[in-house]
RNA sequence: GGAGACGUGGCCGAGUGGUUGAAGGCGCUCCCCUGCUAAGGGAGUAGACGGUUUGUCCCGUCUCGAGGGUUCGAAUCCCUUCGUCUCCGCCA
């Protein structure tokens, strides 16, 4: 959410960087809502000290034994009642409209990133890792002859429909052993601190992070009003929702391996083979909270966080800066990391790291104090994937996929697998 | 799910209709004293919003889990709701 002061203070400006995102200004109906609300601030104030002084009096008066005196502010105070709930009600009005308005309305990115409408106007940072050359034609994961017996999209399309896979046996354990590897280096090596939390939450703490209200057609709502979470940076980075945190507990770098729920509803006919694209998933997610000097470079540590798990496991992927028009809703910048998958024979998303400014933070009411006493400002909030684990599975098995239809696996996931090597084309791990 | 109790400032804890944004204690900040430490003395110490201003000075409004109601006036009374605790039931 942005605050509407600096609007105010520089209208122009505003408009300019929503221009950047192929938004229409909108400073000037801000403006005129915000003056409406400030005038009906005035005037409930004014009336409510009216109010307060001839209460105060009256009591003062009863205290006294002035009976008379008591009687008429008695009944002037009565008398504002229905005047003062009637400017109350127009201010919470006024109020509404400039919060609502304000809700819908995406960050703005920082100067640095470039302009542009869609994907293909991102920015290639860097590149890692060597393609394999090929002596036979790579397939796409679900296509491959050890994937046959374990993942099973006909099984998943009786019991829940489409966009559902039941992985089984050696391929359920080594989608597994990635999340726990993900999880493991993330905390023991790049500093996060493990938390588990819940997959269900309440409208506002969808409304903290921008989930809501704009996007509810997106997720899954419970018939008790639950949302679930499309991802973890939701429930993880809403920890800090109307805190105040002391100074010297920032940066605060959180992680977890969840569950995520996306009704991928604009995305009907896209990505329906394999599992690329599901409507349930897990992911190992990364947020931290910072101060507001400290978040740019830690989105550089965030990203170098994600991409070491691809390096780790060996996996040739490069890192884009997404452009104006491709960036979330609540971003002010965001790399994307994106995995090789020869199967495909193209670059596609495993990770997104961002950092929101105090975007989210003002939302959620996030804030912290630079030393005891001090006041309290906005936190900045960042969040990235690290990484997404079916994802990842594609690329591990598209990557170390042989003629023969058996996968060669990183020599990083041993630890998981029992010192396994290979995933044989009958589906046994050896 | 049933019965009961409770939700006050960073923490503990007073406060059952009136000048209480809130006693007292702890903690914290600053100052004084003490050769260090410990102890002691003094002052200060919630947030949001609006006016004013870019001066954290002043004025006003709101907030005692949240929302609503009664009243001239509510932390204090009533209703709803959320949460916590205890007992019972059920259950992974």
Avoid at 76 to 87: D, N, P, Q, V, Y
Avoid at 234 to 251: A, C, E, F, K
Avoid at 350 to 357: E, G, K, R
Wanted: glycine letters at 8%; one cysteine or more; aromatic letters at 6%.
């Amino acid at each position: 959410m942005h605050d509407i002061r600096k609007i105010v203070h520089d209208p122009k400006g505003f408009d300019s960087s929503l221009e950047r995102r192929g938004i229409d200004p909108l400073s000037s109906v801000l403006l005129e809502i915000d003056q409406n609300r400030r005038n009906a601030i005035a005037a409930v104030e004014q009336l409510r000290a009216e109010r307060n002084t001839a209460s105060r009096s009256a009591g003062e008066a009863r205290a006294n034994g002035d009976h008379e005196t008591f009687e008429r502010l008695r009944g002037t105070a009565a008398r504002m009642r229905e005047e003062i709930a009637r400017f109350e009600a127009n201010l919470q009005e006024e109020e509404q409209r400039l919060r609502s308005l304000l809700l819908e309305i995406p960050n703005t990115a920082y100067d640095d990133v470039p302009d542009g409408a869609d994907e293909d106007d991102n920015v290639e940072v860097r590149r890692w890792g060597d393609r394999r050359e090929f002596s036979f034609a790579p397939k796409e994961h679900h296509e491959l002859e050890c994937c046959r017996a374990g993942m099973d999209f006909e099984l998943a399309a009786r019991l829940s429909g489409a966009r559902f896979v039941v992985l089984i046996g050696a391929v359920a354990r080594i989608h597994r052993a990635l999340g726990q590897f993900m999880l493991d280096r993330q905390t023991t090596r790049n500093g996060y601190t493990e938390t588990n939390p819940p997959v269900l939450v309440l409208e506002d703490t969808m409304i903290g992070t921008g989930q809501l209200p704009k996007f509810a057609e997106d997720s899954y709502q419970t018939n008790d009003g639950h949302w679930l979470i499309p991802t973890s940076e939701v429930s993880m980075t809403n920890y800090v929702s109307n805190q105040i945190l002391d100074g010297d507990r920032l940066p605060l770098r959180l992680t977890a391996h969840t569950l995520c729920f996306r009704s991928e509803a604009g995305a009907a006919g896209r990505d329906t083979a394999g599992m690329l694209r599901q409507h349930q998933f897990e992911k190992v997610e990364m947020v931290s909270v910072t101060t507001p000097e400290d978040s740019l470079a830690e989105l550089d540590r965030m990203t170098a966080c994600a991409e070491d798990i691809l390096e780790t496991l060996e996996l040739p992927y490069r890192t884009v800066i997404l452009c104006t028009g491709d960036m979330g809703f609540g971003a002010s910048r965001t790399h994307d990391i994106e995995v090789w998958l020869p199967g495909q024979n193209t670059y596609r998303e495993i990770s997104s790291c961002s950092v929101c400014d105090d975007f989210q933070a003002r939302r959620m009411n996030a804030r912290f104090r630079r030393t005891p006493g001090a006041r309290p400002e906005f936190v900045h909030t960042l969040n990235g994937s690290g990484l997404a684990i079916g994802r990842c599975l594609i690329a591990v098995l598209e990557n170390g996929q042989q003629e023969d239809g058996s996968v060669r696996l990183p020599a990083a996931l041993g630890d998981w697998l029992d010192g396994c090597s290979t995933l044989t084309a009958d589906g046994q791990l050896a």
